[in-house]
Nanobody, 119 residues
Framework: QVQLVESGGTLVQAGGSLRLSCAASGLTFSTYHMGWFRQAPGKEREFVSYITWSGGYTYYAESVKGRFTISRDNAKNTVYLEMNNLNPEDTPVYYC????????????WGQGTQVTVSS
């Protein structure tokens, strides 16, 4: 059974930093590209960041570029999202997702972790 478990979400002040983690189990982690998404209440889920299976390529949404950094540790089956200079628009629930090599869709999703940025 595949599981993605996010952690690290908490309340932080605007301008602060936070690191989210996503621990994967039940899959061969190094054969999956990983993504982070977020969703605010009443809004559609939006893409945040992406990292290839080896960590050799990363991609960011324009709204977070320069502030967020995605990384992964295949030995620990974990992907991270380092978030700096947070603002209230960064508040939603954050989800990690796994996309198998060669596939165009994310097959597995975590339950999400809540980030709240106070102004």
């Amino acid at each position: 059974q595949v599981q993605l478990v996010e952690s690290g979400g908490t309340l932080v002040q605007a301008g602060g930093s936070l690191r989210l983690s996503c621990a994967a189990s039940g899959l061969t982690f190094s054969t999956y590209h990983m993504g982070w998404f977020r969703q605010a209440p009443g809004k559609e889920r939006e893409f945040v960041s992406y990292i290839t299976w080896s960590g050799g390529y990363t991609y960011y949404a324009e709204s977070v570029k320069g502030r967020f950094t995605i990384s992964r540790d295949n030995a620990k089956n974990t992907v991270y999202l380092e978030m700096n200079n947070l603002n209230p628009e960064d508040t939603p629930v954050y989800y990690c997702a796994a996309k198998y090599l060669g596939r165009s869709y994310y097959a597995y999703w975590g339950q999400g972790t809540q980030v709240t940025v106070s102004s």
